[in-house]
């Protein structure tokens, strides 16, 4: 899965360079290389019709653990499918990743739609970064396949987190329309320790805002997002904002602010105010022929890329 995210970033930087000097195609061709030499169908375990997440030389498959939909985990079915040199079948997107079609299962929250069920959080959706991750180069503009409108269910997804943290059914202090936003991130544990937790709405709300949240949901909610990200800077200031950007999470209610970064926190941030001013990293990874035909290969209608 890991390899999902390091390949949707080789692809895109891939067709930023392949056009460039001797030193910059020299370094896509690399590229290609590695993304032909990744053997997606090896993921398959003795060509079952689902991915699994992880094999080890020491282990093999003993961490067990099929990967289905839906979670961040979207990508990783995608450039399985558009690998030039080891495909998988369509079958083991819709009978793995979409559990044969029971992925597709509407719910209404607060008047917002989502069209697929979540991955133990149908009612609200999980943790925030479902719609980032898989999206930093996937462009879920106009994306739809026979179980969903990518953009319907990341925009409804990034929403409801946000109007789970208006209404604050806990009651926790700083909660509000211009500081929200649950996911995976540092947390407070209560012993003063800093863990890690996947921070979503009902349950797992521990009073916990994570910047990233909000602000990775720049292309979803601009006008919210950029509420959030001026209301962390104004009311919290110093110490909520460092050298290299927000902190990766805090809560005003246990007056707690670690002033750690998390770096797969910190790059969506980047990454997804560039696609709302540009579009840039998704013009980039959509322009790859071999990632349009995996998509028609699964079935979805995407928006053509613009270069």
Same mark, same amino acid.
């Given at each position: 899965?890991?390899? +999902?995210?390091?390949?949707?970033?080789?692809?895109?930087?891939?067709? %930023?360079? &392949?056009?460039?000097?001797? +030193?910059?195609?020299?370094?896509?061709?690399?590229? $290609?290389?590695?993304?032909? $030499?990744?053997?997606?169908?090896?993921?398959?375990?003795?060509?079952?019709?689902?991915?699994?997440?992880?094999?080890?030389?020491?282990?093999? /498959?003993?961490?067990?653990?099929?990967?289905?939909?839906?979670?961040?985990?979207?990508?990783? %079915?995608?450039?399985?499918?558009?690998?030039?040199?080891?495909?998988?079948?369509?079958?083991?997107?819709?009978?793995? /990743? +979409? &559990?044969?079609?029971?992925?597709? @299962?509407?719910?209404?929250?607060? *008047?917002?739609?989502?069209?697929?069920?979540?991955?133990?959080?149908? !009612?609200?959706?999980?943790?925030?970064?479902? +719609?980032?991750?898989?999206?930093?180069?996937?462009?879920?503009?106009?994306?739809?396949?026979? #179980?969903?409108?990518?953009?319907?269910?990341? @925009?409804?997804?990034?929403?409801?987190?946000?109007?789970?943290?208006?209404?604050?059914?806990?009651? %926790?202090?700083?909660? *509000?329309?211009?500081?929200?936003?649950? @996911?995976?991130?540092?947390? &407070?544990?209560?012993?003063?320790?800093? *863990?890690?937790?996947?921070?979503?709405?009902?349950?797992?709300?521990? *009073?916990?805002?994570?910047?990233?949240?909000?602000?990775?949901?720049?292309? #979803?909610?601009?006008?919210?997002?950029?509420?959030?990200?001026? !209301?962390?800077?104004?009311?919290?200031?110093?110490?909520?904002?460092?050298?290299?950007?927000? %902190? $990766?999470?805090?809560?005003?209610?246990?007056? /707690?602010?670690?002033?750690?970064?998390?770096?797969?926190?910190?790059?969506?941030?980047?990454?997804?105010?560039?696609?709302?001013? @540009?579009?840039?990293? /998704?013009?980039?990874?959509?322009?790859?022929?071999?990632?349009?035909?995996?998509?028609?290969?699964?079935?979805?209608?995407?928006?053509?890329?613009?270069?």
């Amino acid at each position: 899965m890991e390899s +999902a995210y390091l390949f949707q970033g080789l692809l895109s930087a891939h067709q %930023y360079f &392949r056009t460039g000097n001797e +030193a910059e195609r020299i370094l896509a061709d690399r590229i $290609d290389q590695l993304w032909r $030499d990744a053997e997606w169908n090896w993921f398959r375990k003795d060509g079952e019709n689902v991915l699994y997440w992880h094999w080890s030389p020491s282990y093999g /498959w003993e961490m067990d653990f099929p990967v289905r939909g839906y979670n961040e985990c979207l990508i990783y %079915y995608i450039l399985a499918a558009s690998s030039p040199t080891y495909p998988v079948p369509p079958e083991v997107y819709h009978e793995g /990743w +979409a &559990r044969g079609g029971d992925i597709d @299962t509407t719910v209404v929250t607060y *008047g917002f739609t989502l069209p697929l069920e979540h991955n133990g959080g149908q !009612t609200y959706g999980g943790p925030l970064f479902w +719609a980032h991750y898989s999206f930093l180069g996937l462009d879920p503009r106009d994306l739809k396949d026979r #179980y969903a409108d990518y953009w319907q269910n990341n @925009t409804s997804h990034t929403l409801i987190n946000r109007q789970w943290c208006i209404e604050n059914p806990e009651g %926790y202090e700083g909660y *509000g329309p211009g500081c929200w936003g649950l @996911t995976s991130s540092y947390t &407070r544990r209560e012993d003063g320790e800093v *863990g890690y937790a996947g921070h979503k709405p009902g349950k797992r709300d521990l *009073g916990v805002i994570a910047p990233t949240a909000a602000l990775s949901s720049m292309p #979803y909610t601009p006008e919210y997002s950029l509420y959030a990200m001026r !209301t962390f800077y104004e009311v919290y200031g110093d110490s909520l904002f460092g050298q290299f950007g927000f %902190y $990766d999470a805090f809560s005003p209610e246990y007056e /707690w602010f670690p002033r750690r970064y998390l770096a797969i926190d910190q790059g969506p941030i980047v990454v997804m105010i560039e696609n709302y001013r @540009t579009g840039m990293l /998704w013009e980039l990874f959509m322009s790859c022929p071999e990632v349009q035909a995996g998509l028609r290969r699964l079935g979805f209608q995407f928006r053509n890329p613009g270069i």
